[in-house]
């Protein structure tokens, strides 16, 4: 077996010399706030999450008690922009389950909704010190790498992890292989010659092999109709949507293009509509291209009416923002109801 005691002392020297050392939640021990800002850093660029979300969300929560007593309809506001809404929803569930301490152990952690092994692994390695290694996009390229694998399935990869890891210090390992995939062992032009692991890398002389590229998927487009009902005295109809990808966050009616459109189990007609204009918004796995138009109709006796300002007030997912932007600032667009 390798002995890797040399290799984690260059990694150490590395962290400390060139790691991102400052990062709030690298200078922490509070399980519940590096648990967020792994959360938070899923699917989201650290400057963005410094920038905006991570101060004001732990401002507005600071402890997971009090994330706990909140409504999911407060966590998804406070979510609001940072996109992928189940994170958020899972959040607020696992606090519950949780409050008022995050479980300790690997085992614990994975038993919470939304934690997977990597957030359980970060966790429990930078909160609790346990030696468990990570694994996020930037470590996988570099275990490739180092292990001259084209491909590598995710049980390989805990593996070469798991030998590779500083068990002393799994903190630092841990924080610096995140670091050395981000800013030494990048995609393109890899920085091998400061590279604190070169010394046992075996893929270095062709990294360009490493890990195989993998065929761009073509993101499938869906393209929707969004009707915004609207009253003479400028207020607007949303609702808590109910889908699994936006589940809490309030939203207009939408419908696939070419269906029938019907509201409060009336067909719409067509030529009382207003066009506002295009929205298109890119998720994960799908892009929606969307044209929405003004439906002017008589106020009816129930909640989900809102002005503009209480608009702002709600949980939006970003393509509800933008739609919220093209919206008349007065109802001179809406005075002819339909019906
Ligand atoms: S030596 Fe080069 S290829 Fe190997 S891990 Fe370091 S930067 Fe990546």
């Known amino acids: 077996m390798i002995n890797y005691s040399d290799t984690h ?25 590096i648990w967020l800002s792994e959360i938070m850093l899923q699917q989201t660029q650290v400057a963005t999450v410094l920038a905006r979300f991570y101060f004001p969300f732990l401002q507005r929560f600071p402890t997971l008690k009090v994330l706990a007593d909140a409504s999911e309809e407060e966590v998804l506001k406070a979510w609001e922009g940072l996109g992928y809404y189940s994170r958020a929803r ?36 930078f909160a609790f010190g346990l030696p468990v290694p990570v694994m996020e996009a930037n470590v996988k390229r570099v275990l490739h790498r180092v292990f001259a694998r084209e491909r590598m399935r995710d049980a390989e990869l805990w593996d070469a992890a798991e030998v590779l890891l500083d068990r002393e210090d799994p903190f630092t390992h841990n924080q610096a292989m995140m670091d050395i995939g981000n800013y030494v062992c990048t995609s393109k032009q890899p920085k091998c010659l400061v590279c604190p692991l070169s010394a046992i890398c ?13 065929e761009k998927k073509v993101t499938p487009l869906r393209e929707r109709i969004i009707l915004v009902p609207v009253t003479p005295d400028g207020r607007y109809w949303l609702s808590p949507r109910e889908t ?7 939203g207009f009616p939408e419908f696939a293009k070419g269906e029938a459109i019907t509201w409060k189990g009336q067909e719409v007609q067509a030529l009382s509509l207003i066009p506002l204009g295009g929205v298109t918004w890119t998720y994960s796995h799908f892009k929606l291209q969307g044209e929405v138009y003004l439906l002017p109709v008589e106020p009816q006796g129930e909640n989900s009416w809102y002005t503009r300002e209480d608009i702002t007030q709600l949980p939006l997912a970003g393509v509800d923002l933008k739609i919220v932007e093209m919206l008349p600032h007065d109802s001179a667009l809406a005075r002819k109801p339909s019906r």
Request: charged share 20%; aromatic share 8%.
């Open 9 to 33: 002392k260059a990694i150490q020297s590395w962290y400390l010399a060139h790691g991102r050392v400052d990062l709030p939640w690298r200078n922490t021990r509070d399980a519940y706030a």
């Open 90 to 125: 899972n959040l607020h569930k696992a606090a519950k389950m949780a409050s008022p301490h995050l479980p300790c152990t690997v085992e614990g952690l994975l038993a919470l909704p939304g934690i997977g092994r990597n957030t359980a692994h970060a966790v429990a390695s």
């Open 202 to 214: 075996e893929g270095k002389a062709a990294w360009e092999r490493y890990p195989a590229r993998k």
């Open 244 to 250: 699994k990808l936006l589940g809490g966050l309030y």
